[in-house]
């Protein structure tokens, strides 16, 4: 079982729709969740990150962790076009000397006008 | 946040050559990752590399064929040697801003191509 699961997609939506992207994990000691957009040919864009669990807001992001559950969502208001992209998302334990950024696989996503 | 550059962006090298990929930062960070993404894959971590003391390498990475350079605090060097078609990947350097392990930003990234 890999440590963080994510569905690959591509997840295609019309615009203005709200987007769901989730992740799934198995280690109990992650705490920090972050979320990455990474457009085609370019490096990973860090969207938002979150301590612990619970929810956090940015203007159309909203990303929520869940540790009971070892799953974490990021959702996207009013999509757009502009936000098609691959969404990665990522986590790591407390101690930042000795505990590596686990990244998910991707998940795909192409929001069509 | 930091702005990284990376270089070369992107480059098709020959069978058994070796490649060195620049990371320049506009501020002074402790902790320099490198990663690569193969293509369709997520990014695994090569090794961390901090100023002042050798790189540390994750399993599966050894320092022969990716040997690192952390000469000063904005900058690094990630050298591919001996390339095979199956290090034809994106290279990704990246760094912790602010020290604190949770906001890890990446540069463009390089993307290699080995023929």
């Known amino acids: 079982q890999k440590e963080v699961e994510q569905d690959p997609g591509p997840l295609s939506v019309p615009e203005g729709a709200i987007v769901s992207l989730n992740c799934t994990y198995s280690?109990?000691?992650?705490?920090?969740f972050m979320w990455y957009r990474q457009y085609s040919r370019k490096g990973p864009e860090l969207l938002m990150y979150?301590?612990?669990?619970g929810n956090k807001e940015d203007g159309r992001f909203t990303a929520q962790v869940d540790k009971s559950s070892k799953y974490i969502s990021l959702f996207i208001r009013d999509s757009q076009p502009s936000d098609s992209a691959t969404y990665l998302c990522?986590?790591?334990?407390?101690?930042?000397?000795?505990?590596?950024?686990?990244f998910g696989t991707g998940t795909r996503l192409q929001v069509f006008p | 946040s930091a702005v990284i550059s990376q270089k070369p962006s992107r480059d098709i090298c020959q069978r058994g050559t070796s490649l060195t990929i620049q990371c320049q930062v506009d501020?002074?960070?402790?902790?320099m990752f490198w990663y690569r993404q193969q293509p369709g894959q997520s990014l695994t971590l090569i090794a961390t590399?901090?100023?002042?003391?050798?790189?540390?390498?994750e399993s599966g990475f050894v320092i022969d064929k990716f040997p690192i350079s952390r000469p000063n605090l904005t900058f690094s060097t990630l050298t591919v040697s001996n390339m095979s078609p199956e290090d034809s990947s994106i290279y990704l350097c990246?760094?912790?801003?602010?020290?604190?392990?949770?906001?890890?930003?990446f540069g463009e990234g390089s993307w290699l191509t080995v023929v």
């Open positions: 990246s760094v912790d801003w602010r020290g604190s392990g949770n906001t890890i930003y």
């Open positions: 280690n109990s000691a992650f705490q920090y």
């Open positions: 979150t301590y612990s669990s």
């Open positions: 990522a986590m790591s334990g407390v101690s930042y000397n000795t505990d590596k950024l686990i």
């Open positions: 501020s002074q960070v402790t902790m």
């Open positions: 590399a901090n100023q002042g003391s050798e790189a540390t390498y």
